[in-house]
T-cell receptor, first 111, second 116 residues
Framework: NAGVTQTPKFQVLKTGQSMTLQCAQD?????MYWYRQDPGMGLRLIYY???????DKGEVPNGYNVSRLNKREFSLRLESAAPSQTSVYFC??????????FGSGTRLTVV | AQSVTQLDSQVPVFEEAPVELRCNYS??????LFWYVQYPNQGLQLLLK??????LVESINGFEAEFNKSQTSFHLRKPSVHISDTAEYFC??????????????FGKGTLLTVNP
């Protein structure tokens, strides 16, 4: 089925470890986004990519890096995980005036 | 900068009762408005959107929202809720138009709990 695929679905890291969250979409969308969701905070934008080859910071970029590998894939990297990065991470994509399509999320716990 | 305020963090209602989830936004430019729904342990799904035209928009499962420019509001309503409507609802706003760098800004969410 067409949509946004995120891997892994669950992950536990120790403080200081690194990891990459993967996101791929098969809808040929130009724009892709990474959000984090925390209780009572809604969704906050971490980074986005308006088109292939470009990336920009969102509201909460500290501690993260991103790569727009190609039009389909947009990865989020935590270089040195901290407990404050415990969250649910959502990837989304968009084309034109349509609403965003979201992945099913990655639940990350940093201990 | 744009912002969204969802006035209620939790709304408990009984089955078959009407419900209104309130959303106000702030923006200096024209906007598109969205409501997303998130069922437990799932991602977000688009419920309905306002881009232009009629200020009243409807979803396929009986929800509706009305864009009120003068009051900068986009409240979500349903005349009779079901147990299956229990979920978290997010209001979101972005700058109108197809610009590739336009980003969605979300409210903090309203947890709707429908009790039997």
């Amino acid at each position: 089925n067409a949509g946004v695929t995120q891997t892994p679905k669950f992950q536990v890291l120790k403080t200081g470890q690194s990891m990459t969250l993967q996101c791929a979409q098969d809808m040929n969308h130009n724009s892709m986004y990474w959000y984090r969701q925390d209780p009572g905070m809604g969704l906050r934008l971490i980074y986005y990519s308006a088109s292939e080859g470009t990336t920009d910071k969102g509201e909460v970029p500290n501690g993260y890096n991103v790569s727009r590998l190609n039009k389909r894939e947009f990865s989020l990297r935590l270089e040195s995980a901290a407990p404050s990065q415990t969250s649910v991470y959502f990837c989304a994509s968009r084309e034109g005036n349509y609403g965003y399509t979201f992945g099913s999320g990655t639940r990350l716990t940093v201990v | 900068a744009q912002s969204v305020t969802q006035l209620d963090s939790q709304v408990p209602v009984f089955e078959e009762a009407p419900v209104e989830l309130r959303c106000n936004y702030s923006s200096s430019v024209s906007v598109y408005l969205f409501w997303y729904v998130q069922y437990p342990n799932q991602g977000l799904q688009l419920l309905l959107k306002y881009l232009s035209g009629s200020t009243l928009v409807e979803s396929i499962n009986g929800f509706e929202a009305e864009f009120n420019k003068s009051q900068t509001s986009f409240h979500l309503r349903k005349p009779s809720v079901h147990i299956s409507d229990t979920a978290e609802y997010f209001c979101a706003v972005r700058t109108a138009g197809g610009g590739s760098n336009y980003k969605l800004t979300f409210g903090k969410g309203t947890l709707l709990t429908v009790n039997p």
